[in-house]
């Protein structure tokens, strides 16, 4: 595959590692204000891999389905546009791939959560808290991860209605922590608290491999696809 990358930050370059390793081909590596970003050198890809920030993402994915490309984007806090980029990818006919976090075992762990949170809704006794760490250049808080799995636990826990990035006493609400310490490229930890225990699983990234290692993966699978998908789509867990 010809692949231009858009954003060459710390993932862009993961990406293009692997992604040779793979034996796929780098044709551009756009960042900010690159002159080069253009439609026609979009055109020239066969996909878009995009990881950029929160307040480019959105124009970014609009630019790929202009030259008619498919983008995979793991770029987190952009949402607020999420209805209208779905309605804009069927309405067209675009091929858009998206995860909150790439990684395989991270996607093991929202099963795994997902399945827990299920039980714990018999069980009222415990409350519920989310802790995410990350390096201290991460850009939007609560993590699109932590996001993800305070979603989840909403939809199978009935107690709980909605999250929140800082300490309530509204029982109703899930609180979502966001630590910033040097160097954690990504720990998320969910723990149920009664009076007379804790359990709690966590999910500690060693690096950033594998979050580079899904988005080739998922660039690969969605060559020849039309419409939207997500990592449930790739590894059918
Ligand atoms: N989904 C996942 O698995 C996953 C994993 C890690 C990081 N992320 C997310 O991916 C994004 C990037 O993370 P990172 O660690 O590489 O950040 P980074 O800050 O190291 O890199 C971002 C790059 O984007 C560039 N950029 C800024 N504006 C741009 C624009 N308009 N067009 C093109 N490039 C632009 C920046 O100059 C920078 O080089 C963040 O939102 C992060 O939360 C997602």
């Known amino acids: 595959m010809k692949i231009a990358l858009i954003g060459y930050g710390k993932m862009g370059k993961e990406i293009e590692e692997i992604a040779i390793q793979r034996k796929h081909e780098i044709i551009y590596k756009f960042d900010v204000n690159d002159s080069n970003f253009t439609i ?22 609009m630019k790929c389905f202009e030259a008619n490309i498919p983008v995979v984007s793991g770029t987190t806090g952009w949402l607020n546009h999420k ?66 799995l305070a979603e989840d636990i909403i939809n199978n826990i009935e107690r709980k209605n909605s999250w929140i990035n800082e300490e309530t006493k509204d029982t109703d609400k899930l609180y979502i922590n966001s630590l910033r310490k040097v160097n954690v490229p990504g720990t998320h930890t969910i723990k149920y608290k009664s009076d007379v225990d804790i359990i709690e699983i966590t999910h500690e990234a060693k690096n950033r491999k ?17 419409g939207i998908y997500n990592m449930n789509d790739l590894l059918n867990l």
């Open 40 to 61: 026609d050198n979009l055109k020239k890809a066969d996909i878009a891999i995009e990881f950029s920030t929160p307040n480019s993402a959105y124009q970014n994915y």
């Open 83 to 148: 209805e209208e980029l779905q309605n804009y990818v069927k309405a067209n006919n675009k091929s858009f791939f998206y995860a909150s976090n790439f990684s395989l075992g991270v996607n093991i762990f929202f099963k795994m959560n997902e399945f827990l949170a299920k039980i714990m809704n018999r069980y009222s006794s415990y409350n519920i808290d989310i802790t995410e760490t990350h390096h201290i250049q991460k850009k939007d808080a609560p993590s699109g991860t932590a996001i993800t």
């Open 210 to 226: 594998g979050f580079a290692e899904g988005a080739v993966l998922a660039a690969e699978f969605l060559i020849g696809k039309k």
